[in-house]
């Protein structure tokens, strides 16, 4: 078992910044992946960003350009920089987990969510 936990939400406005955190229980060097997904009112859970165990990143097209996910092994903590804030990007944010044991299989760990609402 992982435990995650967010930090970093909160409310900003239009065109801002947050920088969103997501500790792990155990090292993320051994995690798979590491995925940032966010939901908001009403819409189903999207995938945001993510940053393989090898260190390649992929984006959703509609925050490409303005989020970083990056980690800090040393501090097994996983980061969503976000940048140009827009109202779209409002939404409870959830970091996830992946990973692989010895007899190969699959786990997803996640957070509890951290809500992020930017405001005009």
């Known amino acids: 078992q992982v435990q995650l936990v967010e930090s970093g939400g909160g409310l900003v406005q239009v065109g801002g910044s947050l920088r969103l955190s997501c500790v792990a229980s155990?090292?993320?060097?051994?995690?798979?992946?590491l995925r940032w997904y966010r939901q908001g009112q009403g819409k189903a859970r999207e995938l945001v960003a993510t940053?393989?165990?090898?260190?390649?990143?992929t984006y959703a097209d509609s925050v490409t350009g303005r989020f970083i996910i990056f980690r800090d092994n040393a501090k097994n903590t996983g980061y969503l920089q976000m940048n140009s804030l827009q109202l779209d990007d409002t939404g409870v944010y959830y970091c996830?987990?992946?990973?692989?044991?010895?007899?190969?299989?699959?786990?997803?760990?996640w957070g509890q969510g951290t809500r992020v609402t930017v405001s005009s």
């Open positions: 940053m393989t165990s090898g260190g390649a990143t």
């Open positions: 155990k090292s993320i060097y051994d995690s798979d992946a």
């Open positions: 996830n987990d992946q990973r692989t044991d010895k007899d190969g299989r699959r786990y997803d760990f």
